[in-house]
């Protein structure tokens, strides 16, 4: 497989910090990490500790409210750390069941902040969860919604593929129909039905039920995304997810 490798440092968030963070995935053998909103508050600093265990950023995730009130500071940070892909990770849970004009004038607003951040060198983008596919009164999803808001405005998606099989949807369709905007895809992993309860019924990547061992990992990279990032958004044991899902991507 030629797409590379990274993760998400949300899903070791329960290590004490960002050091044993860093040495957990380097570890585990990945070379890539995509970083959360609070590191491009500390950008130098977490230079410094990438930089020192050879480490390379990916992407980054960051919330609606620091694009809003801190885009410039936020787009310095993406510079000084050397990545070009940022995503907004997701709305605010009392907006998440909104009608599609809310849809709609997200995306032309993420849409212009993407012709902003396109003239800093950053390509902007929405991570999807599973509310994105609720249908709206028109029959279309939010997903869809938001897209159309952003007309052909330079803004990107990072498919969730577990998040979408949990909204109902088929992956590979999705990011086919969407190919022009896919940039990156979340290589997640849901338990068989009623198993790791503990973990919110996720699993490490290649050990749960979706088909990385066949199509998503292929069809992904035929849609153009140019990261996997590994992710789990529970795990129980941050050092054992990174390690089984670093080895099984890394297989393929």
């Given at each position: 497989?030629?797409?590379?490798?990274?993760?998400?440092?949300?899903?070791?968030?329960?290590?004490?910090?960002?050091?044993?963070?860093?040495?957990?995935?380097?570890?585990?053998?990945?070379?890539?990490?995509?970083?959360?909103?609070?590191?491009?508050?500390?950008?130098?600093?977490?230079?410094?500790?990438?930089?020192?265990?050879?480490?390379?950023?990916?992407?980054?995730?960051?919330?609606?409210?620091?694009?809003?009130?801190?885009?410039?500071?936020?787009?310095?940070?993406?510079?000084?750390?050397?990545?070009?892909?940022?995503?907004?990770?997701?709305?605010?849970?009392?907006?998440?069941?909104?009608?599609?004009?809310?849809?709609?004038?997200?995306?032309?607003?993420?849409?212009?902040?993407?012709?902003?951040?396109?003239d800093r060198g950053i390509d902007l983008g929405y991570h999807?969860?599973?509310?994105?596919?609720?249908?709206?009164?028109?029959?279309?999803?939010?997903?869809?919604?938001?897209?159309?808001?952003?007309?052909?405005?330079?803004?990107?998606?990072?498919?969730?593929?577990?998040?979408?099989?949990?909204?109902?949807?088929?992956?590979?369709?999705?990011?086919?129909?969407?190919?022009?905007?896919?940039?990156?895809?979340?290589?997640?992993?849901?338990?068989?039905?009623?198993?790791?309860?503990?973990?919110?019924?996720?699993?490490?990547?290649?050990?749960?039920?979706?088909?990385?061992?066949?199509?998503?990992?292929?069809?992904?990279?035929?849609?153009?995304?140019?990261?996997?990032?590994?992710?789990?958004?529970?795990?129980?044991?941050?050092?054992?997810?990174?390690?089984?899902?670093?080895?099984?991507?890394?297989?393929?």
């Amino acid at each position: 497989m030629k797409t590379p490798i990274s993760i998400q440092l949300y899903s070791l968030r329960s290590l004490p910090g960002l050091p044993e963070v860093l040495d957990t995935v380097k570890a585990a053998g990945y070379q890539n990490v995509e970083l959360i909103g609070s590191h491009l508050d500390d950008a130098a600093n977490v230079r410094r500790q990438l930089d020192a265990r050879g480490l390379t950023v990916s992407s980054s995730h960051v919330s609606l409210a620091a694009l809003r009130e801190r885009f410039d500071a936020i787009m310095a940070a993406c510079k000084t750390l050397g990545f070009t892909q940022l995503f907004m990770p997701s709305v605010p849970t009392d907006e998440r069941a909104s009608a599609e004009p809310y849809w709609t004038s997200l995306g032309r607003e993420l849409g212009q902040m993407a012709w902003r951040a396109k003239d800093r060198g950053i390509d902007l983008g929405y991570h999807n969860h599973h509310w994105e596919l609720k249908a709206q009164a028109d029959g279309r999803t939010a997903l869809d919604c938001l897209f159309a808001g952003a007309g052909n405005a330079p803004f990107t998606w990072q498919a969730d593929v577990a998040w979408l099989v949990r909204g109902g949807g088929d992956p590979v369709a999705l990011m086919q129909q969407h190919k022009a905007r896919l940039a990156s895809v979340h290589a997640k992993d849901i338990a068989p039905e009623g198993s790791k309860l503990d973990e919110d019924g996720w699993d490490d990547v290649g050990s749960g039920v979706l088909d990385w061992h066949g199509g998503l990992a292929k069809a992904a990279a035929d849609s153009g995304a140019k990261w996997l990032v590994a992710e789990h958004d529970k795990p129980n044991d941050p050092a054992r997810f990174a390690r089984n899902s670093f080895a099984f991507l890394n297989s393929l």
